[in-house]
């Protein structure tokens, strides 16, 4: 599977070297994107299934990449303090994360966050209100980052608010 449109729309933003964390990687479509790229990439997912299929895709073509299992929602978290150029975010929501995903972000590091707004609802899965955001809180979420370039609609068939933002 591809990695998401609002990521590719925005590859020229990415460095040609640097360090990437993918959290909730899933299967990791964008963490093995990163690494083909040449970043160093953390991709972590609380699946261990999911983990492991990032792992064995990562392997056989020597990608720079590490792969592992956390739970998000089990405090404390951490991903270091300037530790990433890049942080990639899609399709999952946590809220208290968001603190955590600053303090990783490098001076001058991108955030590239996407995820379902709560028109999504109407359209199907997902329906709880924890994981859908409210219209434009993405926007504050991010704050105190600059906001490089940020959409909120239907995309790909999906009601979802995207951000680059820049620390």
């Not at 590719?8 to 790229?37: F, I, N, T």
């Not at 978290?77 to 990433?84: D, H, K, L, P, T």
Request: proline share 6%.
């Amino acid at each position: 599977m591809n990695p998401a449109a609002w990521l590719l729309e925005h590859a020229a933003l990415l460095p040609a070297r640097g360090h990437a964390l993918d959290v909730a990687c899933g299967r990791g479509r964008h963490a093995l994107w990163l690494a083909a790229r040449g970043l160093d990439v953390l991709a972590v997912d609380r699946s261990a299934e999911a983990v492991d299929a990032v792992r064995s895709a990562a392997e056989p073509l020597a990608l720079p990449l590490v792969a592992e299992v956390r739970d998000l929602e089990a405090a404390p978290v951490s991903f270091g303090i300037e530790a990433y150029d890049i942080i990639v975010v899609v399709h999952y929501l946590h809220r208290p994360l968001f603190p955590v995903l600053h303090a990783a972000l490098r001076a001058g590091g991108l955030l590239f966050y996407e995820t379902f707004t709560y028109r999504q609802a109407a359209r199907g899965k997902p329906t709880n209100p924890d994981f859908l955001l409210a219209e434009g809180e993405l926007r504050h979420l991010v704050r105190p980052l600059e906001i490089v370039d940020y959409r909120e609609g239907l995309f790909d068939d999906r009601e979802v608010a995207s951000v680059v933002a820049r620390r």
